[in-house]
């Protein structure tokens, strides 16, 4: 098939969705598709063969695009439905594969040019804005509409998690939906690691990823100030962040900070992030806001690591209580959580093996990229019922 792959991020980067893409890229084209990738103006380059990568002009007053909704994303959205639209019109495409808000470029391009899509849902767009600003509900509103709406129309959707799912199940006429979970990110590459990182004693706890307010950073330090306090060699290490951000908790934690027991390490290169892991004791994903699975756990669960996690449906839909201490999202349960993986070396190698074992079952690339392929075997546009029918509802179930 020949695929136009609609990717609203700065592609690539080193967090979550631009790697999930990635990844996704890299499984089309091994099953012999040929794609167009469009991605926003930022990012760096990435050779993949039998994929074409394009990129949107760069909007007027943009000079970063932030991670969540933004103004800034929303004109990057607008030049990218300029350049799909274009680049339907000039080419012959069986499908779009579209992510996240994509989607609503794709549901446009259908009728236009009568080129089916897929949806492509790694959040729920709607979810986000709220959690981003309440104020923002309304709009929230119209958003959630326009998801049902992209969903019935769309030959099938992609989810992440199974609460995403559940949430497609509900709207999509033929119910093909499908579960795609993220996979483990576990490169060894060593070389020039930060000396914050490789030089850190004691009992390491580590967190990796962006600062974002739903990542529960403040819940982690928090609950790292009390455990600080009667433990005297456990250090935290916080691997990624901007420089914004990594200034912003700085000052928060100023004391334990002075003390060498909260350390700042900066981002590292997604290849590195085996070797990364590799320097933890016990490893933290703190996040409290959102209903997808932070694709950090996979590679946490991978490293043999044990994992300290909030009891949210974020992290449940995924991992039990066998393999990571699962905690309510508050500080005092939080330390107990950490304290009860530092006094216990037994308990962590037995949740860090437990972990390892259930990720190299369930999560690995293998059945990552068979999960793709038998969705995209299965759908209604290789029979060709869309093109025929490009403004009317599907007219072949796929199973």
């Known amino acids: 098939m020949k695929i136009l792959f609609l990717a609203p991020q700065p592609f690539f980067t080193n967090r979550g969705t631009p790697i999930a893409v990635r990844a996704a890229l890299q499984a089309l084209a091994a099953q012999g598709h040929t794609v167009d990738v469009l991605s926003y103006h930022e990012g760096q380059d990435v050779q993949i063969e039998s994929v074409t990568h394009h990129r949107t002009a760069k909007p007027p007053f ?16 607008l030049a990218m439905t300029f350049k799909a639209i274009s680049m339907a019109r000039r080419n012959s495409y069986d499908v779009v594969h579209a992510v996240e808000e994509s989607a609503f470029i794709a549901w446009l391009i259908r009728p236009l040019f009568g080129v089916p899509y897929i949806f492509d849902m790694d959040s729920l767009m709607s979810l986000q804005i709220i959690e981003k600003n309440k104020l923002l509900t309304p709009i929230a509103w119209a958003f959630s509409w326009m998801e049902r709406r992209t969903v019935k129309r769309s030959q099938g959707v992609l989810a992440v998690c199974p609460a995403l799912v559940d949430e497609a199940m509900r709207h999509h006429p033929t119910g093909n939906v499908a579960l795609l979970p993220d996979i483990p990110f576990t490169g060894s590459e060593a070389d020039n690691l930060p000396e914050a990182l490789t030089q850190a004693t004691g009992t390491r706890l580590m967190y990796v990823g962006n600062l974002e307010t739903y990542q529960g950073i403040d819940l982690m330090l ?88 909030t009891r949210l449906a974020t992290h449940t839909q995924v991992m039990g209580d066998d393999v990571c201490v699962l905690v309510e999202p508050d500080p005092n349960a939080m330390a107990d959580g950490m304290t009860q993986l530092i006094e216990s070396p037994d308990t962590r190698q037995k949740i860090g093996d437990a972990g390892r074992e259930y990720v190299q079952r369930e999560f690995s690339e293998q059945r990552f990229r068979q999960r793709l392929q038998d969705f995209y075997n299965n759908l209604p546009c290789r029979t060709g019922s869309d093109r025929s029918n490009p403004n009317g509802d599907h007219q072949t179930n796929a199973a």
């Open 62 to 77: 943009v000079k970063r695009v932030p991670i969540g909704p933004s103004w800034q994303k929303a004109l990057c959205d």
């Open 222 to 309: 928090d609950a790292f100030a009390k455990v600080a306090d009667t433990h005297h060699d456990a250090v935290l290490l916080i691997v990624g962040g901007s420089p914004e951000h990594i200034g912003q908790y700085k000052t928060k934690t100023a004391a334990l900070c002075t003390q060498g027991r909260v350390v700042f390490v900066g981002p590292v290169p997604i290849d590195s992030l085996g070797a990364v892991l590799g320097f933890a004791d016990i490893l933290v994903s703190p996040r409290t806001q959102g209903n997808n699975t932070p694709m950090k756990v996979y590679s946490y669960l991978q490293s043999g690591k044990p994992v300290v996690a």
